[in-house]
């Protein structure tokens, strides 16, 4: 079982995940954008959409430092551990919140407007349903674990099979002592992994940096003079009197 649950399911959703987007590319090109409903409701998605996208950065970036770097290279580098978990706690629990609040105005806008919640779509809700179940997953972790609890070093274990399974590597045995809710979270990426290349977060790979700040709808500027609209029809009518008289 354990090997079942750390190191094929790994290697599954992975599989999943590159053929997937392929698939996606070679096939649904056209469905490869973000599906935005920002013509249906604006307000609730100008507040919601970049506290989720930031508080996704941050906690993103929180768990490449947390799972790619070495706890052997940030000491080497004169970072004591005390800091370097005091900053990891803290900053995922800001970015967390902030991400939070978020997905809470970006799920609530699903409900809240009749018109999103007709162009919603059944793998959306997927969506939402596994980035809710994740972001409690990991705020339950970072927060009642390491926050308020007496704290668990995931860099001496789940960090190492982690790294372990893109070496061709995976050590199940650091998996199994690790916390209930800390392998349900690493569960629950994977599985998230197999199912991204399946909904819009492929845009995710079209997306310039310039997307974090500019305009929801990108409007083009005219350039020249505004041409002239077709004349009123009492103008038209006007017009055409004289000719009508002359040909009597």
Not at 81 to 101: D, F, K, Q
Not at 150 to 165: K, N, P
Not at 188 to 207: C, D, I, K, Q
Request: hydrophobic share 50%.
């Amino acid at each position: 079982m354990n090997t079942l649950i750390w190191v094929v399911l790994p290697y599954a959703c992975l599989t999943v995940f590159v053929a997937g987007h392929v698939w996606r590319w070679r096939h649904d090109q056209f469905g490869w954008t973000t599906h935005t409903s920002q013509l249906l409701e604006s307000r609730l998605l100008r507040l919601g959409s970049p506290m989720f996208h930031l508080g996704a950065f941050g906690v993103i970036g929180g768990h490449a430092m947390g799972l790619l770097i070495p706890a052997s290279l940030t000491g080497a580098l004169g970072i004591p551990e005390h800091l370097y978990h005091e900053v990891a706690v803290w900053g995922g629990t800001i970015t967390g919140i902030v991400m939070v609040a978020g997905l809470v105005l970006l799920i609530a806008r699903r409900f809240v407007s009749g018109r999103i919640r007709r162009v919603t779509t059944g793998m959306d809700k997927v969506l939402y349903a596994f980035l809710a179940a994740m972001v409690v997953l990991g705020m339950t972790a970072t927060v009642g674990k390491n926050l308020l609890g007496s704290g668990y070093d995931y860099r001496e274990t789940i960090a190492v099979w982690f790294r372990g399974v893109f070496w061709f590597h995976p050590r199940t045995e650091l998996m199994t002592g690790a916390p209930l809710v800390y392998q349900l979270h690493a569960i629950g990426g994977f599985l998230f992994l197999a199912l991204w290349p399946f909904t819009r977060l492929v845009h995710v790979w079209s997306a310039p940096l310039a997307y974090l700040w500019r305009p929801y709808v990108v409007y083009r500027a005219r350039r020249g003079p505004v041409p002239a609209g077709p004349p009123a029809p009492a103008v038209v009518r006007d017009a055409e009197r004289p000719t009508a008289r002359s040909a009597h």
